[in-house]
């Protein structure tokens, strides 16, 4: 989990020189129960309370992953036995493989790591009988994990005698490994063509042929007519494997994080202004000269550089939360939103033929990628291509929990025009005031945002992954010249995270279209709209000893009986302002 600060879209929140100064005397001054003890030890309750502890917790988790990745790498090494930088967790059921499999990614998610292994190779098996057209739906694949040898079943008159099924044999003693479509050009030699054009032409284009003639029961291999075949059913053999490379590089950049994360929580001394709540207290008791006069700038005025007006007309109409959104976010969203639609339907149509009978996470000719070598650098390289979409998706991610984060903030700030509430603030609360939320949204937002945000992040690593395939001659010997490593796609995945990601940005618009509870200007998380709003009517030296941000505050209309008048935060009693009357 990420927490964020408040984006600072005009000039920063803090204040400096003499300001900070007289803010700290001021604070002292107004409220003698809250000293400032600086000088005095504290506890390690009150040293990590409010952001801090929440920075702690950061801390703490960051710490445990690195523990847990760093006691996994031990315990591998020790007990796994590593072979270029790839070791074996587990050897056997393929069932057993894929359900660990699964664990493992949900898992990983989590903790915020890429890990996917997965081969296959073949044993020996018994005999089973399939029908032609079954017959060569098995065995048109680029590589075999399923069926070994096979028997070709035929009637006793042949046209064509000398041919006898040892010439059959003998075309199963390929690799049957090889991403090639000769492994299984046997099927379509018999196709009315030249015999050579099959080697031009490779024969997976020629399969619906293939296929038209199993159905009319006319379909020949060197001359006979098969009445059906036997074939040698195996027990898929698949390892779970890591990259001893990839979990070294994760925990280097997990020790890093740590230790900025705790650095940060034990020796950061100052107190930064997180949320509004912060902005409030911090600008009612230190006024910024430069928005003085201006108490209905808004965050869209600001971007409009209208900063010059200093009186404003008040509309009491409610605004739509998307007021409070980045334009510049939104356009990011619905720009990678359309890419991805795009790239997605460019490539699947151009051979979508059987890749949506392939289930989440599993291995098909069909929806292998690309081939290569089994080297080191091929592993990393295709590690990093598998797990590209996980880094898009995290910027995605970043960019819509900004959005919500903006508009929820935005909401509950229109609150404090329709009744008194306490503050919202990072430290530790005082008083009336409020403590922030742990994922700085409220939890009826943050708690669904996650669970679909780590929803899409499994469904991603389903749909993009890494696959190694160990080759296997007929007699079971390894031949490590055709192993394969590439990375390997699920439609079936693709458009479950695509339809996830839909809803979430769905309910996302559909938050952007709900309206504030008043007419308070908006204005999300630009410091300069937010000092605009807390300017008092009488100074810091005439106001009384006690400090309103502990306080229940409310904005709106305060003193004056001009034709111009005044809005800002009070703990007094405040007028609902009017409609098109002038304020500043």
Known sequence: MELTPLRRDAEPLMHSGDNASKSKDYHEFRHPDIQSDWNKPKSFKERFAGW?????VGCVISVVVHVFNLGFALWAVQHRHVQNGQGVLYAGDCKKVRNAGIGFHLMINILSTALLGASNYSQNGTLYRLENSACVTAYTTAFQSTYGSLILVTGNATPADHFNLVYTQQVFKTNVAVVDASGYNWICEDLE????????????????????????????????????????????????????????????FNT???IVLCYVAFNSKDSPLLTTGDAVSSFSRAPDQYSQGMCLLSMESVRQSAKSSRTMTFDTNPRRWRSAMSRRRCYSIALAACVTLLVLGLYLSFDSTGIWSVGLGQISTQTLISSGGYTISSVVANSLVANLPQLIFSMLYFACNGLITTMALAHEWSHYAIQWKGLRVSAEPMGSQRSTYFLSLPYRYAIPFIISSTLVHWLISESLFLVMIEAYTVGMERD?????????????????????????????????????????????????????????????????????????????????????????????????????????
Request: net charge neutral; proline share 6%; aromatic share 8%.
């Open 480 to 584: 490590p010249t055709n192993d394969i490593i590439t990375c390997g796609y699920s439609a079936v995945a693709i458009v479950a995270t695509i339809s996830v990601g839909a809803v979430a940005l769905g309910a996302l618009i559909g938050l952007s279209f709900k309206r504030f509870k008043s007419g308070m200007p908006v204005t999300g998380s630009c410091s300069l709209a937010l000092a605009a709003s807390c300017h008092a009517n009488t100074s810091p030296a005439d106001l009384s000893q006690e400090d309103e941000s502990v306080l229940p505050l409310q904005w709106g209309e305060v003193g004056g009986k001009g034709p111009v008048r005044h809005c800002t935060f009070s703990s007094a009693e405040v007028q609902i302002p009017q409609h098109g009357w002038v304020y500043q």
């Open 256 to 258: 890093v994080k740590a």
């Open 193 to 252: 063509h030249h015999q050579y054009e099959w080697q031009l032409t490779p024969c997976i284009t020629s399969l619906p042929q293939v296929q038209a003639r199993v159905a009319e029961n006319n379909w020949t291999v060197g001359g006979y007519k098969p009445e059906y075949c036997l074939v040698e059913e195996l027990t898929p053999h698949c390892k779970l494997q890591y990259s001893l490379y990839l979990v070294v590089i994760v925990i280097a």
């Open 52 to 56: 801090r502890r929440t920075l702690l």
